[in-house]
């Protein structure tokens, strides 16, 4: 595997214990529908959590999160739609990004709720 599917793997791992020691109850990871991809689906209490993770080894070039742009929100909100669709749920949903910069063995975890919103 190559090496920066690792680190996106590794910061998956740590996005979900993250939001599981927050309470989040945890339905899906790497959830795929067509071409587009939820890395995680949870609940936090009644409301569906579209969770986008971005993990980098550096923020040298920009905080991970600010690689969600208008593109990738458009793909989370069509993939939503379907999830919704797929698994007939009628719930209040939002997205967020933990945006996770691993280096030296250690984690720096920024959790952005209500990330965006869409149009």
């Known amino acids: 595997m190559a090496q920066h599917n690792q680190l996106g793997k590794q910061g998956e791992q740590i996005a979900r214990q993250m939001l599981e020691e927050k309470g989040y109850q945890i ?3 790497n959830w795929r529908h067509d071409k587009d991809e939820i890395d995680i689906v949870a609940m936090d209490g009644d409301e569906l959590v579209i969770v986008e993770v971005k993990t980098r080894s550096t923020d040298y070039y920009g905080h991970p999160e600010d690689a969600v742009n208008f593109r990738k929100e458009a793909f989370l909100i069509r993939a939503t739609e379907a999830y919704l669709e797929e698994n007939e749920l009628d719930c209040d949903s939002r997205f967020d990004i933990v945006s996770i ?3 030296d063995g250690k984690s720096d975890i ?3 709720q209500d990330a965006f919103y869409p149009e």
């Open 101 to 103: 910069i691993l280096k």
């Open 110 to 112: 920024f959790h952005i």
């Open 27 to 29: 339905l899906e990871t």
